[in-house]
C-alpha cells in the first residue's frame, strides 16, 4: 500500500475473502472528502464502482492489479491498472473486433460496442490508446439470469461523471478510469 494525503495505491487482493477490508479501506481513505462523505447516495455509488472494478480486475485481468484513488479539490478519480488482458470489443454495426490500439477507428468517433455476450454499449474514441464509455440508455432485466456478461462496466459508467479505458502501449498496461466530480 502506498499513499499520500492525496493518493492511495493498493494492490487488489487476489481471495475475494480480503474484498471487505479492501473496500473499508478505499472508504476510509475517502472518508475525510467532504462531497462525498456526508452523502450517502454519492458514498454508496462510490463503494459500488470500487466493487465492480474489483470483480473486473479477478475475472478478466489474470495479473496483478492495483487500485489507485486520487483526491482532487473538487472530484475524485479511481483507476484500476494492471498488465493483464487488453480491453477488446467488437463494432456493432460492423461486426469488427477491436484491440488496442485502435489503429483503424479515427479519433473522435462515436460506436456501439458489443461487449460479451449481446451486450452493448456507446463508446467514443479519443484516440488510438482512449475510449470513452458513454452514458447508456435506461436498461431493466428482469431476471439476473438474462443480465449480460460486462453489465459491470454500464453499472460503473450510470455511477460516475466519467469512465474511460487507457491502454499504455509502452509500459503495455491497462487502466480504467472513473471520474466522480463534486
Wanted: with cysteine; hydrophobic share 45%.
Amino acid at each position: 500500500m502506498a499513499s499520500n494525503a492525496k493518493k492511495l495505491t493498493l494492490e487488489i487482493p487476489v481471495h475475494i475473502s480480503s474484498y471487505k477490508m479492501f473496500i473499508e479501506t478505499c472508504c476510509n481513505f475517502v472518508s475525510g472528502f467532504e462531497p462525498l462523505a456526508t452523502d450517502f447516495k454519492r458514498l454508496s455509488k462510490f463503494k459500488l464502482v470500487i466493487m465492480e472494478l474489483l470483480t473486473n480486475a479477478m475475472k478478466h485481468s489474470r495479473a496483478v492489479s492495483f487500485i489507485e484513488l486520487e483526491i482532487g479539490s473538487r472530484e475524485i478519480i479511481i483507476k484500476k491498472i494492471d498488465s493483464g488482458n487488453l480491453f477488446t470489443f467488437t463494432d456493432d454495426a460492423t461486426g469488427i473486433l477491436h484491440g488496442f490500439p485502435l489503429t483503424a477507428i479515427a479519433p473522435s468517433t462515436r460506436l456501439c460496442a458489443l461487449l460479451g455476450n449481446n451486450y452493448k454499449l456507446d463508446v467514443l474514441v479519443k484516440n488510438e490508446n482512449v475510449i470513452e464509455f458513454l452514458e447508456p440508455a435506461a436498461v431493466d432485466y428482469d431476471d439476473v439470469q438474462l443480465m449480460p456478461e460486462n453489465f459491470g462496466l454500464m453499472v460503473i459508467r450510470q455511477c460516475a461523471s466519467s469512465f474511460h479505458y487507457y491502454f499504455n502501449s509502452h509500459e503495455g498496461k491497462n487502466a480504467f478510469e472513473v471520474i466522480f466530480k463534486f
